[in-house]
C-alpha cells in the first residue's frame, strides 16, 4: 500500500458531496491509503454501493447510499489502484492508529488548493512519491493484483454498481466549499 495527503479540490468537494467534511483535515486534506483492487472487498451492503464522478472523466468515487460514506476512489479498472480515506479506519471500535498500521504519509500533493497555507511539500511535485506510486500500480498490475475488483465487473469492464456524473452547475456549487481558490504556489 501507499498512503499520501491529497489537497485537490476534488477530494475536497466529492467529501463535501456527501455531507461528511469532517473527514478532510484542517487544510482541506484527505488522507488517503492506495490499495490494488484484489485487497479490498465486501462482505454485506452490496445493495447500498455507488458512485459520483464530479465529472464525465473524472475520478470514480464510490460510497455507501446509506451512511454516505467513502469507500474507494479510482481512475479505472485498467489502473489498478483505490484510494481509501484513512480517517474511517480509525472510526473502528478499538482501531489502532493510521500511523502504526500504515506508517506515516509518504508526502503531500496538490497542496495549491488548501484551505489557508499549504502544509510543506504539498505544492511542488514530489518525485520520490510519483516514483513509489508508479512502482506499486506497476508491481500490482504485473502481479494481477487487479482482480477481482470490488467495483467493477472484469468480464465487461464496467461498474457493478450504480454511477452518476454531477452536472457543472452542482460541480460547481461544491467548489465554493473547497479550498479557497487554489493558494498561490
Request: hydrophobic content about 40%; aromatic content about 8%.
Amino acid at each position: 500500500m501507499n498512503r499520501v495527503v491529497c489537497y485537490c479540490d476534488d477530494c475536497q468537494a466529492f467529501l463535501h458531496h456527501l455531507g461528511r467534511a469532517e473527514l478532510l483535515d484542517e487544510h482541506g486534506g484527505s488522507d488517503i491509503v492506495q490499495v490494488a483492487p484484489s485487497t479490498l472487498s465486501f462482505d454485506r451492503g452490496l445493495e447500498l454501493i455507488t458512485a459520483v464522478r464530479l465529472t464525465p472523466e473524472g475520478l470514480y468515487r464510490w460510497y455507501a447510499s446509506c451512511c454516505k460514506t467513502p469507500l474507494g476512489n479510482m481512475v479505472s479498472p485498467r489502473l489498478p489502484f483505490v484510494g481509501i480515506v484513512t480517517e474511517l479506519f480509525q472510526q473502528a471500535p478499538n482501531a489502532l492508529p493510521c500511523d502504526e498500521v500504515f506508517g506515516a504519509p509518504r508526502g503531500r500533493i496538490l497542496g495549491k488548493f488548501a484551505i489557508g497555507d499549504p502544509p510543506p511539500g504539498s505544492v511542488k511535485l514530489n518525485v520520490r512519491l510519483l516514483a513509489r506510486t508508479i512502482r506499486k500500480v506497476l508491481d500490482w498490475k504485473l502481479r494481477g493484483k487487479a482482480w477481482p475488483h470490488p467495483f467493477f465487473d472484469r468480464a465487461s469492464g464496467n461498474p457493478k454498481y450504480p454511477v452518476t456524473v454531477l452536472s457543472t452547475a452542482e460541480r460547481d456549487a461544491l467548489r465554493s466549499q473547497c479550498g479557497p481558490r487554489p493558494a498561490r504556489a
